[in-house]
């Protein structure tokens, strides 16, 4: 298994590649934000171990930028911080495990291996139907360059209709999700929220990408 390790503390790097190496993975060493990137991107790893605090670019921004190219790698974080607002963060931004500094060995090969064994899977952290953005980490939607101010409610629907995007999804899955299962209101609550989302994501731009599939529900596409 091929393991990228992006870490500027040089003597820590070389023991964990010796240790890592023994265990039968190989790894290359990256020693900045930059270098680590460009590395994360011109070879094939299985796994990448990313430093949070890096010269030229923090791990917070590689992590973010791998995710926003479509590079779903499994990424273990490491940091000097220890606080829960740094491992949401650091978990938000697409990593997909957080370990704080000192930490085990044993508990980080034992990570390690847990991400090789579920290995690449697509899940990306933006959301984009045309040119339509539902970012479900930072709760913010865009169409373009322009940003949309949503309630909560507009988004959870929103959302359900982004990550089903040119399907028709029925008014009681956007009752599910946007509302708790004991919820006994009227249904048409929901003809409410979509009315209100196509005037905020749709008619300012000239758009109809909200449409109403009459008897089965909302189908949201490009």
Known sequence: ?????????????????????????????????????WMA??????????????????????CARLREA???TPILMLTAKD????????????????????????????RL??????GVRERPAVLSVGDLRVDPAGLKCSRGD????????EFAILHCLARRAGEVVPKSE?????????????????EVYISALRRKIDKPFGRTTLSTVRGAGYRLEA
């Open 83 to 110: 606080g829960e607002y740094d491992e949401a963060e650091a978990l938000d931004t697409g990593a997909d495990d957080y370990l704080t500094k000192p930490f085990s060995y044993v508990v980080l090969l034992a």
């Open 70 to 72: 479509g590079n779903w």
């Open 146 to 153: 322009v940003q949309i101010a949503l309630t909560p409610k």
């Open 174 to 190: 956007l009752l599910a999700r946007a509302w708790d299962f004991a919820y006994d209101g009227d249904s048409n609550v929901v």
């Open 41 to 62: 991107t011109e070879q094939s790893y299985d796994v990448i171990v990313l430093d949070v605090m890096l010269p030229s670019l923090h791990g917070y921004g590689v």
């Open 113 to 118: 291996r847990a991400l090789v064994r579920r």
């Open 1 to 37: 298994m091929r393991i990228l390790l992006v870490d500027d503390e040089r003597r820590l790097a070389d023991l964990l590649k010796d240790g890592l190496t023994s265990e039968g993975f190989a790894v290359d060493l990256a020693h900045d934000g930059r270098e680590g990137l």
